[in-house]
């Protein structure tokens, strides 16, 4: 056990001694010895020159990977590679292709394998996608395939790029990079603009509630501004470039997209069940692990047709075309209190122009008329989703079919609503929880204009011999719209409610 001894335990000399290999070894390591011990690693997915993740990735002809934000203003100062220091231009740039799973990890794009800093990554000059060097050597080397297995372009050995070899962990330490011997500045203007600003230089995290006072005082008192002219040649020379890179990409495979930023997860109450993802990676090796039982982010459509959220009443207008114009438009109040589903499909329908001159294709004197499909002939007709929906029976208007001028969707059995619809002309019981209803025709010149489509002349098939044909559905008032406006406007006013406190309780504090 012990060191050249056959003692059953190790003396702390020993554990302490330069010879001493272990977690704790270093505590007595001369000082000779220290000048090696420092290794900072650049992360695979940061850039080279700003050290943070890279949100437009570019890699020079050797493999180092920059934000293109942030190497253009360098090359167009230096001309040169920030971390060999050989000559560089922007052309020899090469514009980079990651793959994203759904959590925003980068993965190769064939086995879906996360990459991590151990990962051995390669990219393909002709095409920019980037992979597993893994992939490449079992499916395109091994077996002598010389095509991208995303865009089945053509390659060869010599245009494979190593962006990351963790056998060679020297090309990625930071001690190595030209630019950090030199001291060398990569700040462009606007960076070195907020370096100065004074209030960007305090952790206001220490301040409490002194905080909010830093925020109006750094309003105020604004550095000058750098000059408008160099900032705007230096965003379109970063255009220009990209442009150039992008027009050189061939064509890729819907499965790669190009590294994008994570959009934040909207502020919606999440669902009562969780995600599954937990459950799906323990049992599935293709997904990225989850340890946890996150709960599902409702999507807006989602949170929007939740029965009796949307509270506010809707309106359209229904006009026809000649002859029966001139009985004027039919207003329609909609109702997607208990019926979301079936108001939020006519609307979009309606938007899309869905109903523009579509034909009343059934009308039945002292019952209904019927429209709202297509092909005229009552047997077609999709919803705004391209599937059936479901049948909406909750609240006083679909248990009752109480009147005229009931608005409800017309379908063919439980759960098939599609895009047509009809209007009663009289109490109808019997379509009771048969049917959904999600409006109702308002305004005396409406039911009016009820009345002399009613008298229209039908045939034996209940088809207007003289046609009754939609010009347009109008949507005046978007129940939907209005509950998000005002929804945003409450949040705005609670903000500055609870930021006006806040300030207040700072300025009582500090005296002010």
């Known amino acids: 056990m012990g060191k050249g001894t056959d003692k059953l335990y190790i003396t702390h000399s020993e554990w302490a001694s330069e010879n001493a290999y272990s977690a704790s070894a270093g505590s007595g390591v001369s000082k000779s010895n220290i000048s090696n011990a420092p290794f900072k690693r650049l992360p695979f997915n940061f850039c080279a020159i700003s050290l943070q993740p890279f949100n437009h990735p570019v890699c020079s002809p050797d493999g180092t990977i920059f934000d293109i934000t942030n190497i253009l203003p360098w090359l167009k100062k230096h001309g040169t590679n ?98 950090i011997q030199e001291g060398a500045s990569t700040l462009t203007p606007e960076q070195q603009q907020q370096r100065d600003d004074p209030s960007r230089n305090v952790n206001t995290t220490a301040l409490g509630n002194g905080a909010s006072l830093i925020k109006p005082r750094a309003k105020k008192e604004r550095l000058p501004d750098i000059n408008p002219d160099a900032l705007a040649a230096n965003r379109a020379s970063i255009a220009k470039t990209l442009s150039t890179l992008s027009s050189n990409k061939a064509p890729v495979a819907s499965s790669a997209t190009p590294t994008v930023i994570p959009q934040p997860a909207n502020n919606h109450p999440r669902a009562r069940h969780t995600t599954g993802l937990a459950a799906a990676s323990l049992t599935s090796t293709g997904l990225t692990p989850h340890t ?8 807006q459509e989602t949170y929007l047709l939740h029965p009796r959220r949307v509270r506010n009443k809707g309106y359209a207008l229904l006009t026809l075309h000649p002859p029966h114009s001139t009985a004027g438009p039919l207003t329609l109040e909609l109702a997607p209190e208990f019926a979301p589903k079936a108001v939020w499909n006519f609307i979009t329908l309606a938007k899309k122009g869905y109903y523009n001159d579509v034909l009343f294709h ?86 009016d204009a009820l009345k002399v489509l009613e008298a229209v002349e039908v045939d034996d098939k209940s088809r207007p011999r003289k046609d009754i044909r939609i010009k347009e559905v109008t949507v005046m008032v978007d129940p939907f719209e209005e509950f998000l406006t005002v929804e945003r406007e409450r949040e705005g006013v609670e903000r500055e409610k609870e930021e006006g406190s806040v300030g207040g309780r700072a300025g009582s504090e500090f005296g002010g």
């Open 82 to 179: 920030p971390v060999t220091g050989a000559p560089l231009n922007s052309t020899d740039l090469i514009k980079l292709t990651f793959t994203k799973n759904d959590d925003g990890e980068m993965v190769d794009p064939v086995t879906f394998k996360v990459f991590t800093n151990n990962t051995h990554i390669v990219a393909l000059k002709t095409t920019k996608n980037v992979f597993a060097y893994d992939t490449i050597e079992r499916l395109n080397i091994k077996a002598k395939n010389w095509r991208d297995l995303v865009s089945e372009e053509e390659f060869s050995r010599k245009d494979i790029i190593t962006l990351q070899d963790p056998q060679n962990v020297e090309s990625r330490n930071l001690s190595t990079f030209k630019y």
């Open 292 to 299: 946890t039982a996150d709960l599902a982010s409702l999507s």
């Open 362 to 447: 059934r009308n039945i004197p002292g019952f209904m008329i019927q429209g709202g499909d297509p092909t005229g002939t009552g047997k077609g007709g999709t919803s705004c989703w391209g599937r059936n929906i479901e049948d909406e029976f909750e609240g006083p208007l679909s248990s009752k079919f109480d009147k005229r001028g009931m608005l409800a969707m017309a379908n063919k059995g439980r759960d098939t609503n599609g895009s047509q619809f009809f209007i009663t002309y009289r109490e109808t019981p019997h379509l009771v929880r048969k049917h959904t209803v999600f409006g109702q025709v308002v305004e005396e010149s409406s039911l």
